[in-house]
C-alpha cells in the first residue's frame, strides 16, 4: 500500500518557469491537502480539496493553482515561478469519516533560483 | 481564525521525560492531534485528544484540557531517534470542511 505519492521529490526552477507538482493517493480518501513548510513556519496550507471535483483556497493560494483531476489525483500548479515559492511541499490526504489523522507524501523540494 | 502556540525548541537527555505544551484558540473545537516530522521526512500522525484527558500509546501520551484551550505530548523514556519535530494541530473550517492546522513546530533535541 503506497499511501500518498508526491512527484517529484526535487525540483529546480528558474523564475518564471512553470511546473505541476503531482499527488496521488490509493486509500479511497475523500479530502486532500497541498501545504507548504517553510523554517520556523510550520505547515501552511495552501489549497485543499473536500471532495471531487471541489477545491479551495487556504492560507497562502497566492501563485497557485489546483486541480482535483479525480478521487485519487490532487496537483498543484505554479505558474511562473518566484523565489519565495522555494519551499518544501507536502501533499496529504484524510478519509473523511475519520477526523484525527491526514496521510502525507513524503514532499517535494523545490528551489526557484 | 485558529492559532496553536507551541515552544520552538526543546532539549532533554536520553531516558528522560519531556513534556511538549500547546495552546490553541480555534473557533469550533474538534479535538487536538499531534504529528512527528523527522529531519527530511513526511509528518506522521502520532495522537489525537478529543475529550480531556490522557491517551496513552506506549511510551508517548497526550493530554488535553478544553476549558484551558491546551494540550501537551508526554515523551516518556526518551531515545535518540525521538529528535524530530512535533507539531500540534487541530481542524478548522465550518460545515463538513475538515482542514488539519497545524502550529509551527516544536524541535526536541536529545542529547547522549
Known amino acids: 500500500n503506497a499511501g500518498v505519492t508526491q512527484t517529484p521529490k526535487f525540483q529546480v526552477l528558474k523564475t518564471g518557469q512553470s511546473m505541476t507538482l503531482q499527488c496521488a493517493q490509493d486509500?479511497?480518501?475523500?479530502?486532500m491537502y497541498w501545504y507548504r513548510q517553510d523554517p520556523g513556519m510550520g505547515l501552511r496550507l495552501i489549497y485543499y480539496?473536500?471532495?471531487?471535483?471541489?477545491?479551495d483556497k487556504g492560507e497562502v493560494p497566492n501563485g497557485y493553482n489546483v486541480s482535483r483531476l479525480n478521487k485519487r489525483e490532487f496537483s498543484l500548479r505554479l505558474e511562473s515561478a518566484a523565489p519565495s515559492q522555494t519551499s518544501v511541499y507536502f501533499c496529504?490526504?484524510?478519509?473523511?469519516?475519520?477526523?484525527?489523522?491526514?496521510?502525507f507524501g513524503q514532499g517535494t523540494r523545490l528551489t526557484v533560483v | 481564525g485558529q492559532s496553536l502556540e507551541q515552544p520552538s525548541e526543546v532539549t532533554a537527555v536520553e531516558g528522560a521525560i519531556v513534556q511538549i505544551n500547546c495552546t490553541y484558540q480555534?473557533?469550533?473545537?474538534?479535538?487536538l492531534s499531534w504529528y512527528q516530522q523527522h529531519d527530511g521526512g513526511a509528518p506522521t500522525f502520532l495522537s489525537y485528544?478529543?475529550?480531556?484527558g490522557l491517551e496513552e500509546t506506549g511510551r508517548f501520551s497526550s493530554f488535553l484540557s478544553r476549558s484551558d484551550s491546551y494540550g501537551y505530548l508526554l515523551l516518556q523514556e526518551l531515545q535518540m531517534k525521538d529528535s524530530a519535530s512535533y507539531f500540534c494541530?487541530?481542524?478548522?473550517?465550518?460545515?463538513?470542511?475538515?482542514?488539519?492546522?497545524f502550529g509551527r513546530g516544536t524541535s526536541l533535541i536529545v542529547h547522549p
Open positions: 485528544n478529543g475529550l480531556d
Open positions: 494541530a487541530v481542524r478548522s473550517g465550518s460545515g463538513g470542511s475538515y482542514i488539519p492546522t
Open positions: 480555534t473557533s469550533g473545537f474538534y479535538g
Open positions: 480539496s473536500a471532495s471531487e471535483g471541489t477545491t
Open positions: 486509500m479511497n480518501h475523500n479530502s
Open positions: 496529504a490526504s484524510r478519509d473523511r469519516e475519520i477526523y484525527t489523522e491526514a496521510f
